[in-house]
């Protein structure tokens, strides 16, 4: 089952946080087809948030085909993200573990590595794209 957390700094809101995070174990394949959500009322006590938010990210999920809610037994997964490359994150994952222990060795924090890595997949992107 997935755990949620919640990033204060992120300037992303609560609810999109919660909808990004199950997109992210659908894509990983962390989450499959008839696994369930946790209860709105586990999430809302373990990260002290307003129980609307949860059901909407909940709704938001269901609206998009990847979640069913049933009355009175919970919210499951309808439909995975998952595809054929799947099969390459074993390893990628072990390269960039490598590469956050470099990063952590040269000595960046948690918000220089994320700000490093973005700047360089944005610059990345756009270059693909031109």
């Known amino acids: 089952m997935i755990e949620f957390h919640l990033d204060g700094r992120s300037g992303v809101s609560p609810y999109l946080q919660l909808v990004q995070q199950v997109r992210h174990a659908l894509r990983l394949g962390l989450l499959?087809?008839?696994?369930?959500?946790?209860?709105?009322k586990d999430v809302v006590a373990r990260l002290a948030i307003n129980p609307n938010t949860v059901l909407k990210a909940y709704r938001e999920l269901e609206h998009e085909g990847l979640v069913a809610a049933r009355p009175g037994v919970g919210t499951f997964v309808t439909r995975t993200l998952t595809d054929a490359s799947l099969a390459a994150h074993g390893r990628l994952r072990q390269d960039l573990r490598r590469w956050l222990t470099k990063a952590r060795l040269a000595g960046l924090d948690d918000e220089s590595i994320e700000a490093l890595f973005m700047t360089t997949f944005?610059?990345?992107?756009?270059?693909?794209?031109?």
Do not use: C, K, N, W
Request: net charge negative; aromatic share 0%.
């Open 32 to 40: 499959g087809e008839g696994d369930q959500l946790p209860t709105v």
């Open 122 to 130: 944005r610059t990345a992107s756009q270059e693909d794209i031109a």
